[in-house]
């Protein structure tokens, strides 16, 4: 690897390849952007480039320094990452206790945060001082793909750095090169991804075609009266998937689906909606269903995927949602 392997982002990039060699590389930056668009790759890139033994701000990906970043064994290389729902502060407790060592074999140690918005507010509060004051041989790059749940006094004390979704241009080109996936599946595959190339590369698009239509009929089943035993066979299934994430990855398709009725009725143009390729099923469907509970459906889902961290009980959420959409008001738990 080498900083040309960077996709996307490129004055990104350069501006942080640039700054690095010329001394002026703020201590303290936030890696901002949608998740899948190389904030994590351009972090390890600055962790090589600012220890490699070789080469002085760049990185040979040869030499030891650079091999044990690869694996993950650099003793000045730290990444702290979610325990469980967030970032506790223990784990910054010790953050904070070793940001203040001197590089045990490299030139500067690195400290990346990543997720940072899951840090637990203790956690953020204990960490404000050091994101001052860090030591010179210390940097911190705190990486989130949802800076505004970050505490504020926390956001003005590093200096952002905007990552932007590849165009859908870009990503078909490197899709292409690639040949992941038929040419014909391509343009589906960007609007699912939305510019996040990790979301495309990653995409299982059998399982993305089966959840859609497993979806598509729980909102059908929502444009008639849905009696109780209905709703019981769609929240179900969905409420006890065991698969790690696979829940999650139901309700984005549900929501992808939701965001492109709403899109129907606003008349929007069909080539903005992500399951174009489903555009007369879901205008038949969706001309069955108010904007109102559209959007009132939409409210409970997002209600319920901000819970997610938390303890919520999902069955009640979904049959919440599902009494929404099919407009059955008072039935459903709050
Ligand atoms: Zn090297």
Redesign the pocket.
């Given at each position: 690897m080498a900083w040309s392997d960077f996709l996307g982002n490129a004055p990104v990039r350069d501006l942080m390849r640039q700054s690095l060699s010329d001394g002026r590389l703020p201590s303290s930056l936030l890696f901002a952007g949608i998740a899948g668009v190389g904030k994590g790759t351009l972090a390890h890139f600055l962790s090589?480039a600012a220890?490699?033994?070789?080469?002085q701000n760049d990185?040979?990906?040869?030499?030891?320094?650079?091999?044990k970043i690869e694996q993950g064994v650099h003793p000045d290389v730290r990444t702290y990452a979610p325990d469980g729902a967030f970032i506790k502060i223990d784990q910054m407790r010790d953050l904070i206790r070793e940001v203040f060592f001197k590089p045990f074999e490299g030139r500067r140690r690195v400290f990346v945060i990543d997720q940072a918005h899951r840090l637990r507010l203790e956690a953020a509060n204990a960490l404000l001082k050091t994101l001052e004051e860090p030591p010179e041989t210390s940097l911190l790059i705190l990486v989130t793909d949802s800076p505004n749940d970050l505490p504020g006094t926390l956001r003005s004390r590093c200096q952002r750095i905007q990552f932007y979704p590849f165009s859908p241009a870009e990503l078909e080109s490197i899709l292409q090169q690639r040949s992941i996936y038929p040419t014909r599946d391509l343009p589906l595959v960007g609007r699912i991804s939305r510019g996040s190339l990790g979301k495309a590369l990653n995409l299982d698009l059998q399982q993305y075609r089966e959840a859609r239509r497993e979806m598509l009929e729980a909102i059908r089943a929502c444009t008639g009266a849905l009696s109780y035993r209905q709703a019981l066979q769609i929240t179900e299934p969905l409420a006890s998937a065991r698969q790690k994430g696979q829940f999650e990855f139901k309700t984005g398709v549900l929501y992808d689906l939701l965001r492109d009725l709403l899109l129907i009725q606003q008349g929007a143009p069909p080539e903005n909606l992500t399951n174009l390729d489903l555009h007369s099923e879901l205008a038949e469907i969706g001309s069955a269903l108010t904007f109102e509970r559209i959007v009132d459906a939409v409210g409970s889902l997002d209600h319920l995927m901000k819970g997610l961290g938390r303890n919520l009980n999902k069955s009640l959420a979904l049959d919440r949602f599902l009494f929404r959409l099919s407009g059955v008001s008072g039935t459903a738990p709050t």
């Open positions: 090589k220890n490699c033994q070789k080469l990185f040979c990906d040869e030499c030891g320094s650079c091999r």
